[in-house]
């Protein structure tokens, strides 16, 4: 089984370590908090390092799941960064949702130094990881990609290569473009029912089947109802993610209104206190009826 290298072990990288590591491989893990690697190690009997450039020492692959783009560049090019110490050959798989300029940036370096870069954002929050269940979207080489593929699947239930190198980070971009809008309509939605009197859990146990039918309605929509928002992405997660695609929609000429809107009402959620708060809590700034 070839060895394995994790680098970040938040609330996504912890489980998805550990389906790796429960598949059988040797995992070397690194963690800025020392104190949840040690715990990791305790639960899934893998090795613990100091730097990520001793993490990333002897394993054929690396993978990471850092904040952004900033904590990206330090695990991988800082002075105690991975991508000093990976051999010819290896492959580095990047879960972080980052930017596409970073990707491509990485990418560049590792091609020099002869070794694989994957951009490879998921989806799917906490739960998804917690469950092995996540989709992973991928950025690079196939024979990269080929490489590192029967790892992934450790942890994912769906992956695909999109296309060169920034491509996963550009379709996690959509992603959350998608997320954003699906979550305000059906917060209004929800909301509406409300006030108009009707009994909003028959209306989504009709409408569900239909075409309004989504992973978020039929996820959320309960604990939206009961003004329970502490599962799964956080708001100050969510708007990193769509500063970063507002950004490259500038760059490329795209038009997000909706997008911009949205953002904008996490704002105010982060405002209100509610930074901690899951991404439905959308449905928070819209007034009920007495």
Same mark, same amino acid.
């Given at each position: 089984?070839?060895?394995?290298?994790?680098?970040?072990?938040?609330?996504?990288?912890?489980?998805?370590?550990?389906?790796?590591?429960?598949?059988?491989?040797?995992?070397?893990?690194?963690?800025?908090?020392?104190?949840?690697?040690?715990?990791?190690?305790?639960?899934?009997?893998?090795?613990?390092?100091?730097?990520?450039?001793?993490?990333?020492?002897?394993?054929?692959?690396?993978?990471?799941?850092?904040?952004?783009?900033?904590?990206?560049?330090?695990?991988?090019?800082?002075?105690?960064?991975?991508?000093?110490?990976?051999?010819?050959?290896?492959? @580095?798989?990047?879960?972080?949702?980052?930017?596409?300029?970073?990707?491509?940036?990485?990418?560049?370096?590792?091609?020099?130094?002869?070794?694989?870069?994957?951009?490879?954002?998921?989806?799917?929050?906490?739960?998804?990881?917690?469950?092995?269940?996540?989709?992973?979207?991928?950025?690079?080489?196939?024979?990269?990609?080929?490489?590192?593929?029967?790892?992934?699947?450790?942890?994912?239930?769906?992956?695909?290569?999109?296309?060169?190198?920034?491509?996963?980070?550009?379709?996690?971009?959509?992603?959350?473009?998608?997320?954003?809008?699906?979550?305000?309509?059906?917060?209004?939605?929800?909301?509406?029912?409300?006030?108009?009197?009707?009994?909003?859990?028959?209306?989504?146990?009709?409408?569900?089947?239909?075409?309004?039918?989504?992973?978020?309605?039929?996820?959320?929509?309960?604990?939206?109802?009961?003004?329970?928002?502490? @599962?799964?992405?956080?708001?100050?997660?969510?708007?990193?993610?769509?500063?970063?695609?507002?950004?490259?929609?500038?760059?490329?000429?795209?038009?997000?209104?909706?997008?911009?809107?949205?953002?904008? @009402?996490?704002?105010?959620?982060?405002?209100?206190?509610?930074?901690?708060?899951?991404?439905?809590?959308?449905?928070?700034?819209?007034?009920?009826?007495?």
């Amino acid at each position: 089984m070839p060895k394995v290298s994790f680098i970040g072990l938040g609330v996504m990288g912890y489980p998805m370590a550990g389906y790796i590591a429960k598949a059988g491989h040797d995992v070397t893990v690194y963690n800025r908090t020392k104190s949840k690697a040690e715990k990791w190690i305790k639960e899934f009997n893998g090795k613990l390092a100091e730097t990520p450039k001793e993490c990333a020492s002897n394993s054929e692959f690396i993978f990471s799941c850092v904040g952004n783009d900033d904590d990206l560049r330090e695990v991988t090019t800082g002075v105690n960064g991975a991508f000093q110490n990976i051999k010819p050959g290896g492959v @580095f798989v990047d879960n972080t949702t980052a930017s596409a300029k970073v990707a491509r940036e990485l990418f560049n370096i590792a091609k020099e130094k002869k070794f694989g870069f994957l951009d490879a954002p998921v989806s799917g929050g906490q739960a998804g990881a917690e469950n092995g269940a996540l989709t992973v979207m991928i950025g690079g080489n196939e024979n990269d990609f080929l490489k590192a593929q029967p790892i992934i699947d450790c942890y994912s239930k769906k992956m695909k290569l999109l296309g060169p190198s920034g491509s996963g980070q550009l379709a996690k971009m959509v992603n959350q473009i998608c997320i954003a809008g699906l979550v305000q309509g059906l917060s209004e939605g929800l909301r509406f029912g409300q006030n108009a009197g009707l009994n909003v859990e028959d209306v989504v146990e009709v409408i569900s089947k239909g075409a309004a039918q989504s992973w978020q309605m039929e996820n959320r929509f309960n604990t939206m109802l009961d003004n329970k928002f502490d @599962f799964g992405f956080a708001v100050d997660w969510m708007r990193k993610d769509l500063a970063i695609a507002l950004e490259e929609a500038n760059s490329n000429g795209s038009k997000l209104p909706v997008t911009e809107i949205v953002d904008k @009402f996490y704002k105010q959620i982060q405002k209100d206190g509610g930074n901690r708060f899951d991404t439905s809590s959308l449905i928070t700034l819209l007034p009920k009826k007495s």
